[in-house]
């Protein structure tokens, strides 16, 4: 007789710190919440991440006490370059190649019908979920630091209390542990950031723009023409020529390719990844959780 498959409970840890969190509050409390799933901690391989993050997701696999099930798209080696490459495509208003073929496609491969998912959305990330399902309207996620009311904050403390250094993108200032030189950012002061701590890879992004005739920043067309003439009048008279195109939106936001981009247009607001003191605080947001539902 065919052995029945047990659903399972697929925590998907990204090496961000929300979902290491998240992933281990689903750990500590899978027997009350799924008893009858198999659980499962997955990662998709992604080559343009910091190297740090395999140290972090060492650290994190041992604070688990879980192994951790690494998926990758061989065909393009979890390169975000092969694939802009191959699609001749960065990214535009249906998101970036990349995130299709290297993430999305890759748990759609190897996902079940019947596993419930686990993401690191923060409490102040409900609006995630909803665009997630508005795509996926069949995906059933559990999202345990919404339940918690756990912040971004919060679990940069938990790791902090428990030894696990977060990784460098992190201590850099980065907002998420991405891949470097995101090609879904358009920001000037996150580009101008990527500029100073990864030249290279500022320089990769240039040159792959220039060849695909696209443009990755977005500003306001008179901001940069009241603030930096110069480039704003190089940048046209190349449009003019026909070395690069000029494409203004509804809003009056020009797409600036990054070899006109001044080097000190934008701003970059480094983030605050909070202190210390989190474990207890943890503990409590989990038993007033259990309480509200016994009450219930």
């Given at each position: 007789m065919k052995e029945i498959q047990k659903?399972?409970?697929?925590?998907?840890?990204?090496?961000?710190?929300?979902?290491?969190?998240?992933?281990?509050?689903?750990?500590?409390?899978?027997k009350k919440t799924h008893p009858d799933h198999e659980l499962v901690v997955a990662n998709i391989y992604l080559k343009n991440e910091?190297?740090?993050?395999?140290?972090?997701?060492?650290?994190?696999?041992?604070?688990?006490?879980?192994?951790?099930?690494?998926?990758?798209?061989?065909?393009?080696?979890?390169?975000?370059?092969?694939?802009?490459?191959?699609?001749?495509?960065?990214?535009?208003?249906a998101g970036?190649?990349?995130?299709?073929?290297?993430?999305?496609?890759?748990?759609?491969?190897?996902?079940?019908?019947?596993?419930?998912?686990?993401?690191?959305?923060?409490?102040?990330?409900?609006?995630?979920?909803?665009?997630?399902?508005?795509?996926?309207?069949?995906?059933?996620?559990?999202?345990?630091?919404i339940d918690y009311k756990i912040t971004k904050t919060d679990c940069f403390r938990m790791l902090n209390d428990v030894g696990i250094e977060l990784p460098v993108m992190y201590r850099l200032g980065y907002h998420n542990n991405n891949c470097i030189g995101c090609v879904?950012?358009?920001?000037?002061?996150?580009?101008?950031?990527?500029?100073?701590?990864?030249?290279?890879?500022?320089?990769?992004?240039?040159?792959?723009?220039?060849?695909?005739?696209?443009?990755?920043?977005?500003?306001?067309?008179?901001?940069?023409?009241?603030n930096w003439p110069e480039d704003y009048e190089k940048m046209h008279s190349d449009h003019v020529a026909g070395k690069c195109k000029w494409v203004v939106d509804s809003n009056g936001s020009l797409r600036i390719p990054l070899r006109y981009l001044p080097p000190d247009a934008g701003s970059h607001k480094d983030l605050d990844i909070g202190a210390c003191g989190f474990f207890c605080e943890i503990k409590e947001k989990n038993n007033a959780l259990q309480k509200s539902k016994v009450q219930k």
């Open positions: 659903p399972r409970l697929v925590c998907w840890f990204s090496h961000g710190a929300a979902s290491a969190v998240a992933t281990k509050l689903t750990i500590e409390n899978a910091h190297p740090d993050s395999l140290r972090f997701m060492e650290e994190c696999e041992d604070w688990f006490g879980v192994p951790i099930l690494e998926l990758k798209n061989e065909r393009y080696n979890g390169d975000v370059d092969v694939v802009i490459e191959k699609f001749r495509y960065m990214s535009g208003v970036a190649r990349c995130t299709k073929e290297l993430k999305k496609q890759v748990r759609l491969d190897w996902q079940r019908f019947d596993d419930v998912h686990v993401f690191g959305m923060t409490t102040d990330e409900e609006k995630r979920i909803d665009n997630l399902l508005d795509t996926e309207p069949d995906l059933e996620i559990y999202a345990p630091l879904k950012a358009s920001g000037a002061g996150y580009w101008n950031k990527i500029r100073v701590d990864f030249p290279d890879v500022f320089k990769r992004r240039a040159f792959q723009e220039e060849l695909l005739g696209v443009a990755l920043v977005k500003m306001s067309a008179k901001k940069f023409k009241k």
